[in-house]
């Protein structure tokens, strides 16, 4: 049974844009065309690809094809390189979206140079996911991203590792909360009362420094922040105490624009480089970048 590529690309097409109308667009074809081709695939599989919606997701299936279609455009354009006759009229012009899995930290601090390093070598476009380092794993189970910046030192199946090395955070907050919080310094009491910054539900950093510093699990007030840009800004403006990366945090420690609730201690998480094997070797230079830069920035 022979593989409808062309349908394959319109499924890709509506995951990677959200839309039929985008899809159609990207492809230079009518947005009938694209979802006759979804359809009829979806009819020959007797299997639904893609959840309409806003935004129009991949199913488990339809990831499956992506994952495909992910690997069969980094061969083409390989082969296109060498021979660019035989670019179709769909084909040309084309570029290949990788897709990539890291947590908000990392991008906030040293991942976004060392993609932009990637891209301004190659003709790649990167679509970059976010989650919690331990759950970026996750994306690369599910076959939604080649690559991945992850807590995970054991290998996912399929995948290679690489250490990147280690994340630091300090515990900060400005002199006013500090004052106003821990006249008497870090008590249980007063930390209890302390309000934090928290990213999500996953975020789990605070509690892990909380119980590393009182030797158990404790409880305290949180504000909820999804940004790493705004547990700064937050910690400046005093709403709370957070986790904040050493690099983002050093320059407003010695302005004394923020000081550390424990100084001295820093928590650690040790990050690492997962790549889909079969993707490995055509995106050597995106490793090579990702770990050139963990090593100047991570200790690696």
């Known amino acids: 049974m022979a593989v409808d590529y062309a349908a394959l690309r319109a499924v890709a097409a509506v995951v990677r844009t959200?839309?039929?109308?985008r899809a159609a667009a990207s492809l230079n074809v009518t947005p009938s065309a694209v979802s006759q081709r979804v359809k009829h695939l979806e009819e020959r599989l007797?299997?639904?690809?893609?959840?309409?919606?806003?935004?129009c997701t991949a199913t488990d299936k339809g990831l499956s094809l992506c994952r495909h279609m992910d690997r069969v455009g980094m061969l083409e354009k390989d082969l296109m390189a060498q021979l660019p006759e035989l670019a179709g009229p769909e084909g040309a012009g084309q570029q290949v979206t990788l897709n990539i899995a890291t947590n908000a930290d990392s991008l906030g601090t040293w991942f976004l140079e060392a993609i932009a390093s990637f891209t301004k070598a190659s003709d790649y476009l990167v679509n970059v996911a976010i989650d919690d380092e331990d759950h970026t794993a996750d994306w690369l189970r599910r076959g939604r991203v080649l690559a991945a910046v992850t807590s995970l030192e054991r290998t996912v199946q399929g995948c290679r590792v690489t250490p990147l090395g280690?994340?630091?955070?300090?515990?900060?907050?400005?002199?006013?909360?500090?004052?106003?919080?821990f006249p008497d310094g870090l008590t249980e009491e007063a930390f209890q009362r302390a309000p934090a910054l928290t990213f999500n539900q996953k975020d789990r950093l605070q509690n892990v420094w909380a119980c590393e510093v009182f030797g158990h699990d404790m409880s305290f007030p949180t504000h909820w922040l999804p940004s790493t840009q705004s547990f700064l800004e937050g910690s400046l403006a005093g709403m709370g105490w957070a986790l904040n990366p050493a690099q983002l945090a050093r320059p407003h420690l010695e302005r004394g624009d923020l000081v550390e609730l424990l100084p001295g201690k820093m928590l650690e998480r040790h990050l690492f480089w997962q790549i889909n094997r079969l993707a490995a070797d055509q995106l050597r230079e995106l490793s090579q970048s990702i770990l050139s830069v963990a090593r100047q920035e991570l200790g690696s």
């Open 18 to 21: 959200g839309s039929f109308e």
């Open 46 to 55: 007797g299997a639904v690809l893609i959840e309409r919606g806003i935004p």
């Open 166 to 181: 280690a994340l630091r955070y300090q515990a900060t907050a400005s002199p006013d909360f500090v004052a106003r919080y």
